[in-house]
Every structure is written in structure tokens, then in C-alpha cells.
């Protein structure tokens, strides 16, 4: 039945709402919505993470403030030139109203402390160190003031780089922002080129790019109730839900366009025939895609269970606006396409595959699923931190240079007596000297900073050698010394505070592995362990939180996707098939990760459930699809070529579309986007 005037009006009236429905609502996103990434301080934990009960009772006995590094090299460090422009950069770097102060080897004599000496000298005499105190920083205000100050100093003859938590965090919310604009810029522009190539209509390219703005729009929109910001993987939500949306949209379209073509025009409404025959593969395959979300709960890193949320949140708003808003789309281009011709030269794609069962085909899958398992043992859950930045940048060069003089990534460890002797005895000092030396020559550590190298700098002032260590501490806990000694010794004086700048370049050795050498360190020195926490301890932890929820998400997920295939198929052979296949997918994705030497970290650890997920899609919509065209006079495998054939474009399409969403990642600057 062809559609009359009076409906095309009213098609082409309902398109233009829906149009007017997207660009109001990305325009309220816009304009209401803080789309500017927040990262937290401790990187990938929230503050009411357990993970940071350790860390926030060292900030409670140890109160001190954190530390920006910026590492001034120059051919000649001893020359006039050298400490005049070093004088003018710790008072710019001083004049920053969030700084508390700034030490360099022109406020403090340097050769002659055995503190300023390992703070402010680094190994080769070709570099010094500032070191800005900040109590409380807000990075977006702190490090555009710094790079403000050192930006007059940056010259042929003195290279400037900076490092510290602030300055990271700082550096990796504006890759992801930058990430956010380029990324939704690209997906709209590489998608509606892609539809427009394919399709050729101008209703099913601007419904394709109505309905998935609506998409992206209404899923941020709720996050943002749900009070779940951009984040390091939330970034990048706008553009899963857009190719989630863009899936649905291929197999209702193939669809429509199959029944227009079968029926030549004669069809009651090939609209709502294409929906009643895609919906319920779509269905399941949002069901399994929001399994595959909400299997990211488990892991305990903040990031991964915004992820999960805010994932969830797209699947089910790309399934409900693919099916609520683009029908009025294809109803607007059905006149049209009812009386064209069937399109005779649609290649069969049984032409392309073996007729027969395809043994060779499952054999090469399986030796290709086989091969990249074997490299999952050596999978990299715990990567270096510098792997977030781009090799031969001048940035991460610069951040290697810091790391490979003392060390980029801080570690504290609390510790005390076993016998009671306190901080400031002749016997506690002693060992805490043994302790600085082993940690010294461990090739993991860099700097560290210790009571018992503070105390042996307060030696130096006037009459210092013929004080007590009490009295020496009662100095470093003045306000004559900025009270540091507070951020090093408890008022009790029980239990010593030791800073270490662990060293991330070059490291073989997990972070756990490391972090128990250092508690060995204490143990050899005589001295117990009473805390220990910090950047370098929670990334260990992380990788461990990483490497547990592959293990414990994905085995869970195929659990569920058992009881869903067995739904979807009706049948235990065809159950046992799509199980085998799924349990290939991961097998694949991380094993090949391993082999490639590809860092597992908090945001490519969700691309095997992902993947596990978007994969089972296809499967679902192929067996549903075997199910309709079952016959008793046809032998299964005869249906199975029919529903193949049938299905293959849209596949491909979905696969090919995917793909195409998640290659434009590769446009990021940030290595683990």
C-alpha cells in the first residue's frame, strides 16, 4: 500500500520534531551539563574508596603538603647565568598565591646538606631541582599559574619539565577533554558520511544522526542525575552509545529495506513489519550488553563502576530512542523506496563461505583462539605510569627525566621500634640511618626523604652538633624549620615517616613485588612497619583490582550469556555453539593484548567485557533468525545458509560500524584511549 499525501506530510512533520527534539536536547546538554573531565587526585579512586583508608590515616598522623617538581637543565648549573635565571624562576614559582614556598639551590645550600643535596642535585651535574610546596591544590588553577611562571624561562639553554600528582592529574583531564570534542566531532562527521555512502537517502542519514545525538544527549543527561561525571572512561560514553544506537539502526534498516524489496511496495506497513522481525534479537542483545556493563560493578576502582553505570544507562537509551524515533525517519522514506525496483545485483554471500559445515573455517578460529591464550600469563595488569603518555613526547621525555633522576611516583612508609626506642634516640637513629641506605640502593627507589636525613641537616645550624636529637627535633617542629619535622615524626615521637620517590621507568617487577621489598627493607633494619600508603602502593593495587575483575567479570558474564543463549536459540547444541564462540572472544582480546606487550590498565580492562558483550549481538540476531525460517522439510543447515544470507550486510555493517566507533579512539593523544 503506498502512502498517500496526506501521511507523507505528517511524516515529514514528525521528522522535523525529532530533529528539533536532537538539537534541543544537545543543546541543553551543552549548555547545562559540565561536560569537563574530574580526576581525582588519587588517580583512580574515589575518596570513599577503601583502598584509600591507608593513605588518608598517613595524611592524619603525617600531615604534609604535596609537591610539585620542576627540573631546570642547562649546560652549566654552576654559572652566573644558570642561578640568576634559577632565582627568577623560584620567585615567579613563589609569587603563585597556592604556593606555600619554594626551595632551589639558590635559597638553600645545597653541597653542604645531606637533605637539599638529594632534593635539589640530580645524578650527571647537568640538572637541578624546584621544589613548590602546595598544602590543598586545585590543579585546573595551580598548573596553568606554573606553566604561567615558567613559560618566560623556557629557552635553548635551560629545559624545563615538570612533574608531581597535580601536574599528572592536570595533564590527563585536558587529554581527556580534548578527547570528548575530537571525538564527538569525528564520530558525527566519519558516521554520517559512512550512512550517506551506504544508504544514499537523506531521511535515513539525518534519522540516523537525529537518533543517535538523542542518544548520547539523553544518556549524559541522566548520568547526570545519577550525579556520575566525565571521567577517565565516561570521556568516551558519548561515542559507545552513539555506535550502540547506530547498531540497532542497521539491522531495522536492512530489514525494512528486505521486506520493501520482497514485497515491491505491496506491504501494509514495512515499518512496523521490519520492527515486529528486529526487535527481539535487539532485545537480548541489549540485555547482554547491559550484563556486560553492569559486570564492571564488581571491580572496586572508582572509574570502572561509572563505567558500568553509565553504560548500562546508553544500552537501554540506544535500544529505546533507535526504536522510538528512527521509524519515523524510515516511515517518511518508504514511498519512495516501495516503488523502486529490488535491488537484483545484491551479492549472495553463500558464494563467499563453504556451502558445507566449514570445518576448516572452525579449525583456523580455534588455532587462532589457542595461539592468543597462550600469551594471557603474560597479560600487563600493573603498567607503568609514564604508559599514559605518549612516547617520544615532549612530555612523557620529560617525565622520564624527572622519574630516572629520583624517582616520579611517591610511596610513604610509617615506621617504628619494636623494642619502643623513640624517633629521637641515639638507638632509633641508628637503625633508621640503615634504613635510609637500603633504600638508597634499591634500583625501585629514588629519592627518600627521612627523620633521620632531617635530622642530620638540623646538625648543620649553628650549634647543631652539640644538641641532642631531641632538641634537634624540637627544632625541625618549629616554625623556625616550617614545622616539617610534623610531616615526618607523630607527636609522640613513636613512629617515623619515610617519602619515597619510586622510580616507574625500566620497572620489570609488578609494584606488589616492590612494595614487599621495601617492607623486607624495614624488616632487615630492625624497625616494623606501621603504615604504608601512596600513589605508587594504590596503582599496586589497582593492577591486582584489575587482574581480579577480568577474572571474576568475565567468568560471570559468560555464566549469564549461558542462560541467554539458551533462551534466544530454544536448543543445547546451538547453546554449547554460541557459548564456545563467546568463550573466544576474550581469549583473543586479551591474549593478543599480551602478545602485542599492550598494557592491561583501568581503561582498556573493560574492552574484553565490551567486546564480549557487542559480540554476542550478532550471534543472537543470526540464531533468532535461524528460529523464524525453520522449516521440517529443510535440512538445519539449509536454514542456516538462508539466515545467513539474509543477515550478512547488517552483520558485517554492525561489525564494520563498531569497529569504525571505536578506531576513532585512536585519534586520542592519551596512549590507553
Not at 559540565?34 to 581525582?40: F, G, K
Not at 506491504?267 to 556486560?292: E, R, Y
Not at 637503625?431 to 637500603?438: D, F, G, I, P
Amino acid at each position: 500500500m503506498r502512502a498517500g499525501p496526506h501521511s507523507s506530510t505528517q511524516s515529514k512533520y514528525a521528522e522535523w520534531i525529532c530533529v528539533a527534539l536532537g538539537a534541543i536536547s544537545m543543546f541543553a546538554v551543552l549548555e547545562w551539563i559540565d561536560l569537563s573531565p574530574e580526576v581525582e587526585s588519587e588517580f583512580f579512586f574515589s575518596r570513599e574508596d577503601p583502598q584509600l583508608v591507608a593513605l588518608q590515616e598517613m595524611d592524619r598522623r603525617f600531615p604534609s603538603p604535596q609537591q610539585v617538581i620542576v627540573r631546570a637543565a642547562a649546560p652549566d648549573i654552576t654559572s652566573d647565568s644558570y642561578l640568576s635565571e634559577i632565582r627568577e624562576l623560584t620567585a615567579a614559582l613563589a609569587a603563585i598565591p597556592a604556593v606555600t614556598s619554594v626551595s632551589s639551590v639558590t635559597t638553600d645550600d645545597a653541597a653542604n646538606s645531606p637533605l637539599w643535596s638529594r632534593l635539589l642535585l640530580n645524578p650527571g651535574g647537568s640538572s637541578t631541582n624546584l621544589i613548590v610546596q602546595v598544602p590543598d591544590p586545585d590543579p585546573t588553577e595551580l598548573v596553568p599559574q606554573i606553566e604561567g611562571a615558567i613559560q618566560p624561562f623556557m629557552k635553548d639553554d635551560l629545559d624545563i619539565v615538570v612533574s608531581g600528582v597535580p601536574y599528572i592529574v592536570e595533564l590527563i583531564r585536558r587529554n581527556l577533554f580534548r578527547d570528548l570534542v575530537v571525538f564527538s566531532a569525528a564520530a558525527f562527521l566519519v558516521f554520517g558520511t559512512l550512512v550517506g555512502l551506504v544508504y544514499r537517502n537523506r531521511h535515513i542519514v539525518v534519522g540516523t544522526l537525529t537518533t543517535c545525538l538523542l542518544g548520547c544527549a539523553v544518556t549524559l543527561s541522566l548520568a547526570h542525575l545519577l550525579d556520575i561525571g566525565i571521567g577517565l572512561l565516561t570521556a568516551n560514553i558519548a561515542v559507545i552509545v552513539f555506535v550502540l544506537t547506530l547498531s540497532h539502526i542497521v539491522f531495522l534498516t536492512s530489514n525494512w529495506k528486505g521486506i520493501v524489496e520482497e514485497n515491491g511496495g505491496s506491504g501494509l506497513d514495512p515499518v512496523a513489519d521490519s520492527i515486529s522481525l528486529t526487535f527481539g534479537a535487539s532485545f537480548w542483545s541489549m540485555a547482554t550488553t547491559v550484563l556486560g556493563f553492569l559486570s564492571l560493578l564488581v571491580a572496586s576502582a572508582k572509574p570502572l563502576r561509572e563505567l558500568g553505570i553509565a553504560g548500562a544507562i546508553g544500552t537501554v537509551t540506544a535500544i529505546t530512542i533507535a526504536y522510538g524515533i528512527y521509524p519515523t525517519f524510515l516511515r517518511g522514506t518508504s514511498a519512495v523506496a516501495a516503488n523502486a525496483p529490488p535491488d537484483r545485483k545484491r551479492a549472495d554471500f553463500g558464494a563467499l563461505l563453504p556451502t558445507r559445515h566449514g570445518a576448516w573455517w572452525l579449525l583456523a578460529i580455534g588455532i587462532i583462539t589457542v595461539v592468543a591464550a597462550i600469551g594471557l600469563p603474560q597479560l600487563n595488569t600493573d603498567p607503568s605510569l609514564l604508559s599514559y603518555f605518549a612516547t617520544g613526547s615532549d612530555l612523557r621525555n620529560g617525565l622520564e627525566a624527572i622519574d630516572r633522576d629520583g624517582g616520579s611516583s611517591p610511596l610513604n612508609v610509617a615506621v617504628t621500634d619494636p623494642d619502643g626506642s623513640p624517633i629521637d634516640s641515639d638507638r632509633m637513629n641508628e637503625k633508621m640511618w640503615a634504613l635510609q641506605e637500603r633504600f638508597e640502593n634499591d634500583s625501585s627507589v629514588g629519592v627518600t626523604i627521612s627523620p633521620a636525613l632531617l635530622l642530620a641537616h638540623a646538625r648543620l645550624a649553628p650549634f647543631g652538633s652539640f644538641m641532642s636529637w631531641s632538641q634537634l627535633m624540637d627544632i625541625l617542629e618549629s616554625s623556625f624549620a616550617n614545622r616539617a619535622g610534623r610531616s615526618f615524626v607523630t607527636p609522640d615521637r613513636e613512629q617515623g615517616r619515610y617519602f619515597l620517590r619510586m622510580r616507574e621507568s625500566g620497572r620489570t617487577e609488578t609494584r606488589s613485588q616492590v612494595v614487599n621489598r621495601v617492607r623486607d627493607h624495614v624488616t632487615e633494619s630492625d624497625l616494623q612497619v606501621t603504615l604504608l600508603a601512596g600513589h605508587y602502593e594504590l596503582q599496586g593495587q589497582l593492577g591486582k583490582l584489575i587482574a581480579s575483575s577480568l577474572r571474576i567479570g568475565l567468568g560471570g558474564l559468560l555464566l549469564l550469556f549461558v542462560g541467554i543463549a539458551f533462551i534466544t536459540s530454544r536448543s543445547g547444541r546451538r547453546t554449547a555453539a554460541m557459548v564456545v564462540c563467546l568463550c573466544s572472544i576474550p581469549s583473543i582480546v586479551l591474549g593478543t593484548a599480551a602478545h602485542l606487550g599492550m598494557p592491561i590498565d583501568i581503561i582498556t580492562s573493560p574492552a574484553a567485557n565490551v567486546a564480549l558483550a557487542m559480540g554476542v549481538d550478532s550471534m543472537i540476531h543470526l540464531v533468532m533468525r535461524v528460529r523464524r525460517l525453520a522449516n521440517p522439510s529443510l535440512p538445519e543447515w539449509e536454514t542456516w545458509l538462508r539466515a545467513r544470507n539474509q543477515l550478512w550486510r547488517p552483520i558485517v555493517g554492525a561489525t564494520f560500524i563498531i569497529c569504525a566507533g571505536f578506531g576513532i579512539f585512536s585519534l586520542s593523544t592519551f596512549p590507553p584511549t
